[in-house]
T-cell receptor, first 113, second 116 residues
Framework: NSKVIQTPRYLVKGQGQKAKMRCIPE?????VFWYQQNKNNEFKFLIN????????QIDMTEKRFSAECPSNSPCSLEIQSSEAGDSALYLC???????????FGEGSRLIVV | GDSVTQTEGPVTVSESESLIINCTYSATSIAYPNLFWYVRYPGEGLQLLLK?????QKGSSRGFEATYNKETTSFHLQKASVQESDSAVYYCALGDLASSFSKLVFGQGTSLSVVP
């Protein structure tokens, strides 16, 4: 069973609406990743954090996508204006500071209608 | 770029038969690749099945094995005798041992169905 907790499991949004997903990493894991998995099962890395600091992110996330990992609050990924192509499974993963093994949550499935 | 290619599914195998899911990788920007197999069982999240960080070494878990072969850039997943409970989607992934915060590069996944 996943120790990385993602909410909500499903969300349905209209085009142009905001979509927000949350993630609580496994206890003791300071590094958090967000991936998008599309209908073809392809994974796309979006962004990762160490504690509250962004480590890496792709260009896409600098525009409509925003993410944060505030201290003492869940991490979040928000799409400011959803598009049909954003429909996907959004996966959050966490890892220890000294390791590169990722532990995944069950994901938040976004459907944009 | 870095990439992972695995057996295209779906794959159907009879219970107690042997299984091999092929995985090959290309690590053009990664100096020290390490390799993973993740699995997603029906209705569950993605979970780590096994990993190997050193070329030439073998990882094993739940009866599955995979050997990191640097010469052939492969990390094939094998099991001698599958069970119905092994039905799942299997993902091969490539990481960078030199980076503690390395993002993984995933293959496209192989859906396995084990039938009685």
């Amino acid at each position: 069973n996943s120790k990385v907790i993602q909410t909500p499991r499903y969300l349905v949004k209209g085009q142009g609406q905001k979509a927000k997903m949350r993630c609580i990493p496994e206890k003791g894991h300071p590094v958090v990743f967000w991936y998008q998995q599309n209908k073809n099962n392809e994974f796309k890395f979006l962004i990762n954090f160490q504690n509250q600091e962004v480590l890496q992110q792709i260009d896409m996330t600098e525009k409509r996508f925003s993410a944060e990992c505030p201290s003492n609050s869940p991490c979040s990924l928000e799409i400011q204006s959803s598009e049909a192509g954003d429909s996907a499974l959004y996966l959050c993963a966490s890892s220890r500071r000294d390791g590169n093994t990722l532990y995944f949550g069950e994901g938040s499935r976004l459907i944009v209608v | 770029g870095d990439s992972v290619t695995q057996t295209e599914g779906p794959v159907t195998v009879s219970e107690s038969e042997s299984l091999i899911i092929n995985c090959t990788y290309s690590a053009t920007s990664i100096a020290y690749p390490n390799l993973f197999w993740y699995v997603r069982y029906p209705g569950e999240g993605l979970q780590l099945l096994l990993k190997v960080i050193t070329a030439g070494q073998k990882g094993s878990s739940r009866g599955f094995e995979a050997t990191y072969n640097k010469e052939t850039t492969s990390f094939h997943l094998q099991k001698a005798s599958v069970q119905e409970s092994d039905s799942a989607v299997y993902y091969c992934a490539l990481g960078d041992l030199a980076s503690s915060f390395s993002k993984l590069v995933f293959g496209q996944g192989t859906s396995l169905s084990v039938v009685p």
